[in-house]
């Protein structure tokens, strides 16, 4: 059973063109994060929410923006995408709390940019 | 800090064979690691993990080695198997519930 879902899977936007991702879980849990990964990196985190507290990473460009509007869904808005903002972009969720546990990712969507 | 890299480091073992992926991070503060594996197209899924307070920790077919006094973490895989085929990270939480990633090391099994 799909825990961390994302979609589209395969998402292609032109040059300047607003584009949303999506991401729900099954999970109920308190953290859901952005990743970017372009090929043959590591992911590199954009940011996390915790609950509905919002946590940008000091790097993260200001054309990157999210929404958690409850605890299953959250969205990555990419207001102007450019040429490279062509990656994969995953979600993923941990329980949070005191105890460090794992976080448990979805399965990505790429992103394409004409 | 993020790895930067246009060609990830390379582990080509036979099948059957035992594997080993190192790891080196960098902060002596963390207390919690993971070890996730990256098949192509997919997101990464989580293999085995380990805290500080231990040196070893063991899993199915799997084993995660530890040492602090060095910085290093390692995954063994035991009897490699064509579906082992991936390209595998190591993370570390450094800040509470934030994973900082190593650059990724891409195993291939020959058959």
């Known amino acids: 059973d799909a825990m961390v879902i994302q979609n589209p899977r395969y998402q292609v936007t032109q040059f300047g063109k607003p584009v949303t991702l999506s991401c729900s879980q099954t999970?109920?849990?308190?953290?859901m994060y952005w990743y970017q990964q372009k090929s043959s990196q590591a992911p590199k985190l954009l940011f996390h929410?915790?609950?509905?507290?919002?946590?940008n990473e000091a790097d993260t460009p200001d054309n990157f923006q999210s929404r958690r509007p409850n605890t299953s869904f959250c969205f990555l808005d990419i207001r102007s995408p450019g040429l490279g903002d062509a990656a994969m972009y995953l979600c993923?969720?941990?329980?949070?709390?005191?105890?460090?546990?794992?976080?448990?990712f979805g399965p990505g969507t790429r992103l394409t940019v004409t | 800090g993020e790895s930067v890299g246009l060609h990830l480091p390379t582990l080509s073992v036979q099948e059957g064979d035992n594997s080993i992926i190192n790891c080196a991070y960098s902060?002596?503060?963390?207390?919690?690691f993971i070890w996730y594996k990256q098949e192509s197209g997919k997101g990464p899924q989580f293999i085995i993990d380990?805290?500080?307070?231990?040196d070893k920790r063991q899993g199915q077919r799997v084993t995660v080695l530890l040492n602090k006094t060095v910085k290093h973490l390692s995954l063994q895989i035991a009897a490699t198997q064509p579906g082992d085929s991936a390209v595998y990270f190591c993370?570390?939480?450094?800040?509470?519930?934030?994973?900082?990633f190593g650059g990724g090391t891409r195993l291939m099994v020959k058959p």
């Open positions: 380990i805290r500080s307070n231990m």
């Open positions: 993923a969720t941990s329980k949070g709390g005191a105890l460090l546990d794992e976080q448990y």
């Open positions: 902060n002596s503060a963390s207390d919690y």
């Open positions: 993370a570390e939480d450094d800040a509470g519930n934030m994973l900082t």
């Open positions: 999970l109920n849990h308190n953290v």
């Open positions: 929410y915790y609950d509905k507290d919002f946590n």
